[in-house]
């Protein structure tokens, strides 16, 4: 369904529900990576400027139908790919994407959309080169979720989906139809799977590993600040 | 009542068993007399006792206050164009059109996904992809398309409304100047929309002819639509 990159950098994204502990990973992963002196460009899931005011709006007023919430995202990671993702792919960075194309994969086919029609949205996005997904069972998620945020937002909970008047609960049984999804998605598009209880530190030395291993031999864009330290070095 | 089709998978989550009112859209490329047509045609409807909407003539309240900043920034790359326009027809599709068929309304659309399509297609995107995020998309009862040629869209617009930044493809610079940008742009909808014909089964309509002519072979048409499909 992805069609196959024409770049020279490198694209790793991680995957999982809310709560899995993706974020708190790639954030680590980001720091440390430029710490080593590599161009890196970090993109986040729904954070398009070009679109946030009609989103934003829409989430309000409760106004987005399954299939426009879909058309929506995917517009979103449109700009961004056009912009930022692929124009630094090419010039030879890594980036770092918290959620992709599978991310909508999940929640819109958990909304109800049809599985192909959605991937046939994002045709034009590369597979990766490393996906990595945090596998969590569904409470440890929820527990991680309700004991760290106010409150879980309408669409997050699946609310539209009517599946139950109470939050919590729709959030619970919306979560877990985006798992099934995940789960599907495993082999279909060869995600790397991370056990998402381990303790931060721990997982953190395998994302680390995996990514050290995916890096080996490909050399990308220096980062100029980096480059210039390390040539001082020579001459002295 | 008469069975439901859809592009694609239409809307899983909402089957849609039946539909009483009759979806007709009229094609075609700017400045060739859509709107016109569909007053006429929506007033001729009216008197012979159909209830019409013209509802698909306006964008929607999910999608237009983000597409025309959008618009007028000109900041909108032609992948992120496609899907925005796609969300905004979506939106007009499920909350505006498709009740209105439910209610058993004639509906005139002033254009469908087939324009959007054929303007993404001559801004680079590929024709199978571009058809494929139309799957939700309803078939219409009736798609009219009024053909014509750039010299009659030229004289059209020099006696109107004069020529548009965004109907003349300045977006993607066809020329250095809007006249002849939009001569080329222009061309080029033309052909998408012919190589569409066959493939959705357009009805063709000389659009270069006088209004009352072309409205007379419309009618014939809506006519002929109502014969076939009782209700």
Redesign the interface.
Known sequence: MLSTGNYKGKLIVVEGIDGSGKSTQIDLLHKWLLSKGHSVYFSEWNSSDLVKSTSRMAKEKKMFTPTTFSLMTATDFADRWERYIFPLLKAGGIVLADRYAFTAFARDVARGVDPQWVRSLYSFAPMPDLTLYFRVPLDVAVDRILSSRAKIKYYEAGMDLGLSDNKVTSFRLFQQRVIDEYEKMVDEFGMTVLDGTESVQKEQKIVRQLVTKMLRGWEGLPNPLVRTRRRTAVFN | MHSVEFY??G????PIKELEGKLIVLEGTDGVGRSTQIQLLRRWLEDEGYAVSDTGLHRS???Q???E??KNGH???P??M???Y??DF??RL??QIIPALKAGFVVLSDRYFFSIIARDIVRGADPD?AR??Y??ALKPDLVIYMRSDVDSLVARLVHGRGFDYWESGMDIRCADNIYDSFVIYQGKLIEQFEKMSDEFGFVSVDATRPVQAVFNDLKAQVKGLFERLPD
Not at chain 2, 11 to 14: I, S, T
């Open positions: 694609g998978a809307f899983p989550y909402h309240p999910l999608t206050v983000g597409l900043a959008a900041t909108l790359s992948l992120t496609s899907l925005f796609a969300t979506a939106d499920e909350n992809r494929a995020i799957g939700f």
